[in-house]
């Protein structure tokens, strides 16, 4: 496991932009449990972009949350990703881990702190789960 200390440290200060390439990495990291990629990117680019969405206002923390990636989604919460934020459609990283049936996650996401939102709407197509990687 990577030193979060030292992840954490070297990026406080970084004012490196991603190009639009190395954030759908940042994204596919998270998603995919990437950890090595994961810190990579926060120590060249810093823990400011676990802020950031992609086009439909999902964060690399629901990300992690699709796919279970419970350390992906304990680092981010570290750095500051805000685990009740919402997504385009009002979901939440939680939201997203109980959808896919990612129950140690959404155990995780609780225990951060995250809390359980019933509300969301429906994508334009009326479809009620918009939390995929496209």
Request: include cysteine.
């Amino acid at each position: 496991m990577t030193d979060f200390a030292a992840v954490f440290n070297s990026s406080v200060t970084s004012t490196a932009r991603p190009s639009g390439r190395e954030m759908k990495d940042f994204f596919e990291a998270c998603g995919n449990g990437d950890f090595k990629a994961l810190s990579a990117f926060v120590t060249k680019f810093g823990a400011r972009h676990v802020h950031s969405e992609d086009t439909r206002g999902q964060t690399p923390l629901m990300f992690a949350a699709i796919y279970g990636q419970d350390e992906a989604v304990s680092f981010l919460c570290r750095l500051g990703a805000d685990p009740d934020r919402k997504s385009e459609y009002g979901w939440t990283a939680l939201t997203c881990a109980n959808f896919y049936g990612q129950k140690s996650t959404a155990e995780l996401l609780q225990e951060l702190g995250a809390r359980p939102s019933g509300t969301f709407r429906k994508n334009a197509g009326g479809v009620s789960g918009p939390c995929k990687i496209a």
